[in-house]
C-alpha cells in the first residue's frame, strides 16, 4: 500500500485531489466553455475560423485591436518609467516624507478603474477643475483613457520596482565608488542589470492590466473603441456570445504572451542577492534628492487631486453651480443600486477574503508540504499559475458560458453572491498563492517530518504551527482578496444578479445614468473601506513582526 | 536478531542512487554513529529508518517486525536534527508538550511530570518557558533532545544534530548526548560527517561512501583496521607508500623516529613542521617523491633538533603497517 501512496496517505490524496478538482471546475470548464464557443456558430454548428474571419472583416471591430494595442504600450511605457523613479526615490535616496509618499502611490489601487476615470472626468472633463482654468485636452478618447490607465498601472509598476530596488548589494556600490565611478555609469550598470527582469515584468503586467480594462474605456472611451468595451457590448448589449467569445480569445493572446515572457524571463532570474551582500547605505546627494523629492511630490499631488476632485463632487450640492457643501449625494438612487449595493459588496469582499484565503493558503499548503503524487501536484502547480493570465473580462465571460448553461447541475449559483465571490477568488488566485508558497518555503521543511515521527496529525501541525508562522502572509491575502473584491468590475459586470449589485458597478451606472456626483460619493465610500482595512492590516502585521522579534 | 534490521536497500533520486543494497545491524541500546562525507546516502538512509523517506526496494525490521511500509508516526522513534526544527512559536515546555498528546493515557498532570522529567535531563528546567530564539544554539539542540526523547521512544535518530554548532559547544553536547542515550539505554542512530564525532561518541560506526557501506565496526577497528584507503584517509590523516606487493599505510603518530643506524626502515628528508599544540606533524619526503608525516610530541620534537632539509630515519612497526591492494582507490 505504502509503495502506492508514497510517503502520503489516503487523507492526504483525497483533499488534494478535492483541491485540484474544484480549481479545474471553476477554471478549466469555463475556458473550455469560452474557446468552444469562439468556434461555433449562433445556431451551434461547429464555425471553425469563420468567427474570426467575420471579426477581422468588420473594420469598427478590428479597429479595436490596434486601438487597444497603442492604449497598453504607451501606458506601460509611461508607468514602468514613473514606476521606477518612483520607487528609486523612495529606496535609494534620503528624501523626507517616504511613508507618506509610499501610502499615497496606493491610493489608485484602493478604487475601481471607473473611479480614476471619474475622477478625470471631474478634473479635465467640460465643468473640469482645469479646463475651468483653460486647460484645453481632448479627453474623451485616446489621451483619456491612456491617463487613467496609467493611474491604474502606475502602482503595480511602482510595488515591484519597490520591492526590486529594496535588496541590493551594498558591496558592488561601494567598490564602484571606490573605483571612482559616476552616478550615472553606476545606476547603468549596477542599478539596472539588476533589476532588468523587473523591467521586462512590470511591462508586461501593465501592458497586460492596460490591455484588459474595462472601466476607463467604459468611462472615457466615447467613440474610441478597445477589445474590453467591445466584448461587454457584444455579450451584454446584442447578446452575440458567439463574438464576444472570439473578443474573449483575443483579449487573451496578449495575456497569455506577456505570461510566458514572464515564464521565461523569472525562470532566467537566478542572479539573486548574494546572502554575504550588505545593506546599502545611501550616500548624501542634495541636488539628487531635491529633483527626487519635487517629482515624488508632483506625482501624489496628482493623486491627492484625483481624491479631492471626487470629493468636490461628492460633498458639494450641485458642481460647478452651486457649491454649498451638502451630505446628500450619499442618499443614493435605488435604480443604480443604492446604499444596498455598498453593502452587497462588503458582503462579497468579505466571503470572497474568508474563502480565498481559507482555499489559497490550503491549497499551497498541499502543494508546498506532503509528498508524492508527483504528477497530481504538477498538474496543481500548472492550475495556480493560470489565473496570472486570465483578465477579469475572460473570467467573467467564460463563467457566463459555463454556470449560465441550462445543463449545468451549478447553475443554481448563477446571480447570486456565490459565482461572484467564486470569480474573484479565480480571478485574483495567483498573488496570493505566491504568497503563501513564500511564507511556506520559509518554514523549517522538518517541522512536518518532527511531527510524524512524534505520531502528531497533520492536522494539529497545520493548525499549530504552519498556520500561525505563517500569520502575516495570510492577513496579506486577505487583505489583498478584500481590497480587490472591492474595486473589481471587470469580472463581475457579467455576473452580478439583478438582486445583488454591488458598488464598482453601480458607480458605473450612476455614472451612465449622469448622478456623478453620486458616483463619486459612492467611490469616497469604497476609498475609505479600502484605507481602513490597509491600515489596519499595517497595525496588525507592525503588532505580528514586534511579538516575533 | 539485532534490534534495527536493515536490508538491501536500494533507493534512487531521479535515476542517481542514494543508497545501493545497503544493508545493517543495529543492536539495541547501541549508539550507532553513520558516517561519510556529504551526499554519500547516510541522511538518505537515516530517513527511510524513519519512514520520513519510502525504500525502492528492501526491507526495515525493527524489533523482528517488518515496518518497512509503516508511516513514521507508527514506528515510534524520536528525530533531532541539524535545524533543530524546533516549533518557534511555542516555548521550550509547550514543543515538547505537543507530541505528548494522548499518548498512552497519559493524563495531564504526568504529562507535565513527563517534561519536566526530560528538562531535567539536559538540564534546560529553568528555560522552560522561553521560546527557542531565547535560547543559544546548544539550549536550543538540548530542547530539541529533549522533544524527542519526551514521548519515550524505542530508538532515537539524529541527523548531523552538532553541525551547526561553535567547536566548544560541539565537544560538550557530544559527552551529553552520550550520557543521556546511555543513562536512557535508549537505541541510537546519529548521522555525522565529522569523523572526531564518530569516533568519541560511538558504540560502533557504519562508514559510507557512494551509497554504499564501506566498513562497520567499532571506533578502534575502524581507526586501526581500515578496510579501505578511503576509510583510512576519511578517519584520521593516513600515509601512503608504494610497496612492491601494493601500497602501504602509516598513521603519522605510529611512526618511531631512530638514530641513523639502529633499526631504521626509510630515510626521508624534512620538508616543514606544522605545530598543532601537543603535537607536531613533521612532514618529509621519501626518494621518488612520496610525501610523509610523522607526528611527535612537541616537546620530543623540541628536544630533536632538525631542521627542513635535515634527514630523519623512520621506523615503520609492522604490526600497525596496512597494506591494500595497489588498484585499491583512495
Request: glycine share 8%; net charge positive.
Amino acid at each position: 500500500m505504502r509503495r502506492i501512496f508514497g510517503q502520503a496517505g489516503p487523507a492526504q490524496l483525497l483533499i488534494l485531489s478535492a483541491l485540484i478538482l474544484s480549481f479545474t471546475v471553476t477554471l478549466i470548464f469555463p475556458l473550455f466553455s469560452l474557446l468552444s464557443k469562439a468556434f461555433f456558430d449562433k445556431s451551434g454548428a461547429f464555425a471553425g475560423i469563420r468567427n474570426y474571419i467575420d471579426y477581422f472583416g468588420t473594420p469598427s471591430l478590428s479597429v479595436s485591436i490596434r486601438n487597444t494595442a497603442e492604449v497598453s504600450s504607451v501606458t506601460a511605457v509611461f508607468s514602468v518609467l514613473l514606476g521606477l523613479a518612483y520607487a528609486y526615490a523612495l529606496t535609494r535616496t534620503n528624501i523626507r516624507g517616504k511613508a507618506f509618499f509610499r501610502y499615497t502611490a496606493l491610493i489608485p489601487i484602493f478604487l475601481p478603474t471607473v473611479v480614476h476615470a471619474l475622477g478625470l472626468v471631474y478634473i479635465f472633463g467640460r465643468q473640469g477643475i482645469l479646463t475651468g482654468l483653460g486647460v484645453e485636452t481632448e479627453l474623451y478618447g485616446r489621451f483619456g483613457v491612456i491617463l487613467s490607465e496609467i493611474i491604474f498601472t502606475f502602482p503595480q509598476a511602482f510595488l515591484m520596482f519597490a520591492v526590486a530596488l529594496e535588496v541590493a548589494d551594498g558591496r558592488l556600490y561601494e567598490a564602484a565608488d571606490s573605483m571612482g565611478v559616476s552616478a550615472v555609469k553606476r545606476f547603468f550598470g549596477i542599478t539596472l542589470p539588476d533589476i532588468k527582469y523587473t523591467v521586462v515584468n512590470a511591462f508586461f503586467v501593465c501592458f497586460t492590466l492596460a490591455f484588459t480594462d474595462f472601466g476607463a474605456p467604459k468611462v472615457l472611451g466615447g467613440g474610441y473603441n478597445v477589445l474590453a468595451t467591445d466584448i461587454y457590448k457584444q455579450i451584454a448589449g446584442q447578446f452575440n456570445m458567439n463574438m464576444g467569445a472570439v473578443v474573449g480569445t483575443l483579449l487573451l493572446l496578449p495575456a497569455v504572451a506577456s505570461f510566458a515572457v514572464g515564464q521565461i524571463v523569472t525562470g532566467r532570474n537566478t542572479s539573486t542577492v548574494s546572502s554575504k551582500a550588505t545593506k546599502l547605505s545611501v550616500a548624501d546627494n542634495r541636488p539628487r534628492d531635491a529633483v527626487f523629492f519635487v517629482f515624488c511630490s508632483a506625482v501624489s499631488a496628482c493623486f491627492l487631486f484625483l481624491i479631492a476632485a471626487l470629493c468636490m463632487g461628492a460633498l458639494t450640492e450641485y458642481y460647478p453651480y452651486n457649491m454649498a457643501p451638502t451630505l446628500r449625494h450619499f442618499g443614493f438612487n435605488a435604480s443604480a443600486g443604492g446604499i444596498e449595493s455598498y453593502f452587497n459588496s462588503l458582503e462579497m469582499s468579505l466571503l470572497t477574503a474568508v474563502f480565498g484565503t481559507a482555499f489559497v493558503f490550503v491549497y499551497a499548503y498541499m502543494l508546498e508540504k506532503t509528498r508524492g503524487f508527483d504528477m497530481l501536484r504538477r498538474y496543481g502547480r500548472l492550475l495556480s499559475v493560470l489565473p496570472l493570465a486570465l483578465p477579469g473580462m475572460v473570467v467573467g465571460v467564460s463563467f457566463i458560458f459555463f454556470f449560465n448553461a441550462r445543463s449545468n447541475p451549478l447553475h443554481f449559483i448563477y446571480g447570486t453572491v456565490v459565482i461572484l465571490v467564486l470569480s474573484n477568488i479565480l480571478h485574483y488566485f495567483s498573488v496570493p498563492f505566491v504568497t503563501a508558497t513564500g511564507s511556506l518555503k520559509k518554514l523549517d521543511r522538518e517541522f512536518e517530518s518532527v511531527s510524524d515521527s512524534m505520531s502528531v496529525i497533520r492536522v494539529k501541525t497545520f493548525l499549530r504551527v504552519s498556520l500561525p508562522l505563517s500569520l502575516p502572509a495570510v492577513l496579506e491575502i486577505f487583505m489583498y482578496y478584500f481590497v480587490n473584491s472591492m474595486v473589481t468590475v471587470s469580472a463581475v459586470v457579467f455576473l452580478y444578479g439583478a438582486k445583488f449589485k454591488i458598488a464598482s458597478i453601480a458607480i458605473t451606472h450612476m455614472e451612465e445614468a449622469g448622478d456623478i456626483s453620486q458616483a463619486a460619493a459612492m467611490s469616497l465610500l469604497i476609498l475609505l473601506i479600502n484605507a481602513a482595512v490597509r491600515i489596519a492590516y499595517a497595525i496588525t502585521a507592525n503588532i505580528i513582526e514586534r511579538k516575533n522579534l | 536478531m539485532a534490534f534495527l534490521e536493515i536490508r538491501n536497500i536500494t533507493k534512487r533520486f531521479a535515476g542517481q542512487a542514494a543508497l545501493e543494497d545497503v544493508s545493517a545491524d543495529i543492536d539495541k541500546g547501541e549508539m550507532v554513529c553513520v558516517l561519510g562525507p556529504s551526499g554519500c546516502g547516510k541522511t538518505t538512509l537515516l530517513r527511510i529508518i524513519a519512514g520520513l523517506e519510502t525504500a525502492d526496494s528492501g526491507s526495515v525490521y525493527i524489533d523482528g517486525g517488518d515496518c518497512t511500509s509503516q508511516p513514521p508516526g507508527k514506528r515510534n522513534f524520536g528525530i533531532v536534527f541539524q535545524s533543530y526544527a524546533l516549533f518557534p512559536n511555542m516555548t521550550v515546555s509547550d514543543n515538547i508538550m505537543f507530541g505528548l498528546h494522548r499518548r498512552r493515557g497519559l493524563g495531564r498532570e504526568e504529562m507535565r511530570a513527563r517534561v519536566d522529567d526530560v528538562l531535567g535531563m539536559v538540564d534546560l528546567l529553568e528555560h522552560r518557558n522561553k521560546y527557542p530564539r531565547q535560547l543559544s544554539g546548544g539550549q536550543q539542540q538540548r530542547a530539541a533532545l529533549a522533544r524527542a526523547i519526551a514521548p519515550a521512544p524505542s530508538y532515537l535518530l539524529l541527523d548531523e544534530p552538532l553541525s551547526a554548532l561553535d567547536a566548544k559547544v560541539r565537544v560538550r553536547l557530544r559527552g551529553e548526548i552520550r550520557g543521556i542515550q546511555r543513562a536512557l539505554g535508549i537505541t541510537a542512530v546519529m548521522v555525522t560527517h565529522d569523523q572526531e564525532e564518530a569516533l568519541t561518541m560511538a558504540d560502533k560506526i557504519i562508514v559510507m561512501n557512494n551509497a554504499a557501506v564501506v566498513q562497520t565496526g567499532t571506533p578502534r577497528e575502524i581507526y586501526d583496521r581500515p578496510a579501505t584507503p578511503f576509510v583510512a584517509n576519511f578517519i584520521g590523516f593516513m600515509n601512503f607508500y608504494p610497496a612492491p606487493e601494493g601500497v602501504c599505510a602509516i598513521r603519522p603518530e605510529r611512526i618511531e623516529l631512530t638514530g641513523a643506524t639502529d633499526g631504521c626502515d626509510m630515510v626521508a628528508e624534512i620538508k616543514g613542521f606544522e605545530f598543532k599544540g601537543a603535537v607536531t606533524r613533521i612532514h618529509g619526503v621519501l626518494p621518488r617523491q612520496t610525501e610523509i608525516c610523522v607526528d611527535v610530541a612537541s616537546e620530543k620534537a623540541d628536544a630533536l633538533d632538525v631542521r627542513a632539509s635535515d634527514r630523519m630515519y623512520l621506523r615503520i612497526p609492522k604490526e600497525h603497517l596496512l597494506r591494500y591492494p595497489a588498484s585499491a582507490a583512495i
